[in-house]
């Protein structure tokens, strides 16, 4: 089993690692965490890599379950505009993009319902299926249990995970050169699938 935290249109090594796994659980029990995936996701745009921030309401209080999120910022349309300018030229951005914007139409008021949607959208446009459900309350890890909670952060490297993240055409390649484990979106926009 793996233990993961809530995501924004997590990295790609979070997406591997999940669909290696035998069962997934995303922790409903913990405090939030500044930084993190929790409320970010990196994409790579015209002018390089590039972070979405969900903003938030009062970060430091209370579970991830409870944190609210800030729709007094227009950040929606922030996202969508960068997504859109990001990928538009991608192989499958008209496939998918509809679908996309429908999760920021929805307004969720919670910020792990966001990402709830967000998983769930992501499983089924890749085409993922594995069993996965939410923590019944916050412990260390025991025994068979791989936890991810911490180490999937924007400022690790996923090869500590020993993940081999194989390449793949990205918009901007000719630009930057191949940008490893950005937001599961790149790899939707330009494959369609999970390598």
């Not at 669909?19 to 790579?44: F, G, M, P, W």
């Not at 991810?148 to 055409?169: C, M, N, Q, T």
């Not at 000719?174 to 599961?184: A, E, N, R, T």
């Given at each position: 089993m793996a233990l993961f935290s809530t995501a924004y249109w997590a990295p790609i090594s979070y997406y591997?690692?999940?669909?290696?796994?035998?069962?997934?659980?995303?922790?409903?029990?913990?405090?939030?965490?500044?930084?993190?995936?929790?409320?970010?996701?990196?994409?790579?745009?015209?002018?390089g890599p590039l972070s979405l921030v969900i903003p938030i309401l009062r970060p430091h209080e209370g579970f991830i379950r409870d944190v609210r999120i800030d729709y007094s910022k227009k950040w929606q349309q922030v996202h969508e505009g960068a997504i859109a300018a990001a990928y538009r030229s991608s192989a499958y951005f008209e496939e998918f993009s509809a679908q996309i914007k429908e999760v920021y139409r929805q307004k969720?008021?919670?910020?792990?319902?966001?990402?709830?949607?967000?998983?769930e959208l992501s499983l089924e446009l890749l085409g993922a299926s594995f069993p996965w459900g939410f923590t019944e309350r916050f412990e260390a890890p025991s025994e068979g249990v791989t936890d991810?909670?911490?180490?999937?952060?924007?400022?690790?490297?996923?090869?500590?995970?020993?993940?081999?993240?194989?390449?793949?055409?990205q918009?901007?390649?000719?630009?930057?050169?191949?940008?490893?484990?950005?937001?599961?979106?790149?790899?939707?926009?330009?494959?369609?699938?999970l390598l």
């Open positions: 591997q690692i999940a669909a290696q796994s035998d069962v997934v659980q995303i922790e409903l029990h913990e405090r939030y965490q500044k930084q993190s995936y929790r409320n970010r996701c990196t994409i790579l745009s015209a002018n969720p008021p919670f910020l792990l319902d966001l990402n709830t949607k967000v998983w991810y909670r911490f180490v999937i952060h924007p400022k690790a490297k996923s090869k500590r995970f020993g993940l081999a993240l194989k390449p793949y055409f918009v901007f390649v000719h630009k930057f050169g191949f940008v490893p484990d950005l937001s599961i979106l790149d790899l939707l926009f330009n494959e369609g699938q």
